[in-house]
Each structure stands twice: as C-alpha cells, then as structure tokens.
C-alpha cells in the first residue's frame, strides 16, 4: 500500500480547509436575522415609513453579508483556482 | 451521471501583448455584448429624446422614468453635490443591472469575474480620494487619518484601503456564487429536473440578489464619497 502523495495531502486539506471556511457563513445569518427582526418591529411601530425602513434595512444586510462572502471566496479558491498545489 | 458541468470559462484567442501572454476569454466577449447593449439603448434613447413630446410616447417615458428616479437616489444620499455624480451613477447602476442579469440570457455574467469588480471599486476609491484632498487639503487629510487619537493611524489606513476590497469581493462573491451554484445544477439537470425549475433559481440569484448587489454598489459609493465632503 502506498503512503499519501505531497499532492494528495495538499488536495486533501484544501478540501478540509474549504469546507471549515464556509462556517463563516454563520455571522451573517445570525446577523442579519436579528437586523430583519429589528425591521419587522419598527414598520410595526411606523407603518408609514415602511419604504425608508426597508431600504435601510437592505443596505445594512448586503453589508453585513460581506464577511460571510470572504469565506465563501476562499473557499471557491481553495476549491478551483488552488496556489498551493505544485508548490514544494 | 456522465454530464460535463460547464462553468463556461473558456480561452478563446491568446495575445501577446509585451511578452506576456494573455488571453480573450468568455468575459471580454460578455462584456462587449453588455456595452454593446447598453450604447444601442442609448442611441435609441437620444435619438427619440431629439424629438421629445409632451405626452411621452413609450421610450420616452421609461428614460424620464429611470433618470428621475435615480436623481431623486443621488440627492437623498449626497444632498448639495448631487449634480455632479448623478450621470455616474446612473450609468454604474444600469451596467450593474444588466451585467448581473446577463445570467439569464445565456451570457456568463462579466461581474462573475474579479477583473470587472476590482476596476469598478478602484474607480470609486479614485473618486473617494480625490474628494478628500479636494475638500480638506493635504494637512486636513493627515489630520483625518489621526482622528481621534493619532495611534489610529494604522487603523484608519487599512479602513480606507478595504472601502475598494470590501465593494469589489462583494458584487464579486454574489455573482459568483450565483453562476457556480446554477452551473452545479445545469450539470445534473435530468435528475433535479422535478425538484425545482431552474427559472427559480435564476429568479433569486440572478434578478433578486443581482439587482440588490448593484443596489448596494451604488449606494455605498455615494456614502462614502459623501462622507468626505464638507457639511
């Protein structure tokens, strides 16, 4: 039986390491939940500024979602444009 | 299971430019068929406008529409220096839109590419900078970077650096997770073929998360260039 290959090792924990760089994905849901909760309850209090609120509420989201995203583009790196391979 | 998954990333015909050897890929060509696009719109566009009548006929209507709308956008964010970024944004905005777009007509979005994304946020971080030295001068600005105590210096320069990183990795991150997760699913379509349409997908990564990213894009430039002018 074969012992692993320098290749293999690296594959292998690229692989290991994309799957734990997606729990970054964790933050924003968490996040953005409690933003869109802190929404509901203040169209409820305001119904006529339901526009202003809902905008503001996006904008904050789609920003938050932005270290969720650094996660997800190692990942993608990690997985299809891999810089360590061949190294060494 | 004997179906290709196609990102759609091909090289089509390399170049070389300088001794470097570069390729025209999928991107370029999307890209062009989105500027293509949107100067046949604008010919179209002008060319009804020289004949503007007072009740608006179809072209006529939608074009006063978007232009109103987005100027009404530009002023509520960066209230006396409007006038100079509306045509800006207005045009960042509308590339955005189709470009994210594109996706359900076939192309491969030229925003799934990190080398549209990064230029786009380069320019606002121009934009940003030329601000801040226009409107508070060399010592203002030195003086900015201590605010408030000067140990912050480090600090605020690895703020002012990430403004374009963090703008170009979003669009980039959202358009990209879009195309790979709908490629994954083209690539197995007979199976998944009764668990959702792909129309579906497309409608919440394409239209919805696209529309909303070039959204955010636009509004986060013009906040942060509104930040560094003066009250």
Sequence with gaps: MN????????????????????IAGIGPGVGQGIAAGHG????????????????????????????????LVIALILLFA??????L | MGNE????????????????EVWLTTTHVCLLIVCLFMLVIGLIVNNKMKHATEVPGMVQNIAELYVEMMDGVVQS???????????????????????????LFGLRPPTADYGVTLPLALITFVLIQFNAFKWKGVGGYVKDLMDPIPIFLPINII?????????????????MAGTIMLALYYGMLPVLATVVI??????????????IQAYVFCMLSMTFIYQKMPE
């Design chain 1, 40 to 71: 509901a309850s203040a169209v409820g209090r305001n119904p006529g500024a339901k526009g202003d609120i809902m905008q503001t509420m996006l904008l904050g989201q789609a920003v938050a979602e932005t270290t969720g995203l650094y996660g």
């Design chain 2, 159 to 175: 703020s002012e650096v990430a403004t374009p990183v963090s703008l170009s990795l979003r669009l980039f991150g959202n358009v």
């Design chain 2, 198 to 211: 792909p129309s579906f997908l497309h409608a919440y990564l394409d239209l919805f998360s696209g529309a």
């Design chain 2, 5 to 20: 998954v196609d990102f759609m990333v091909h090289g089509y015909v390399p170049l070389n430019i300088f001794g470097h």
């Design chain 1, 3 to 22: 012992g692993i290959t320098n290749e293999g090792l690296v594959l292998a924990c690229s692989a290991i390491g994309a799957g734990l760089a997606v």
């Design chain 1, 82 to 87: 891999n810089p360590l391979f061949g190294k």
């Design chain 2, 77 to 103: 964010s960066m209230f006396r220096h409007w006038g100079k970024y509306a045509n800006y944004i207005l045009t960042i905005f509308m590339f955005l839109l189709f470009s994210n777009i594109s996706g």
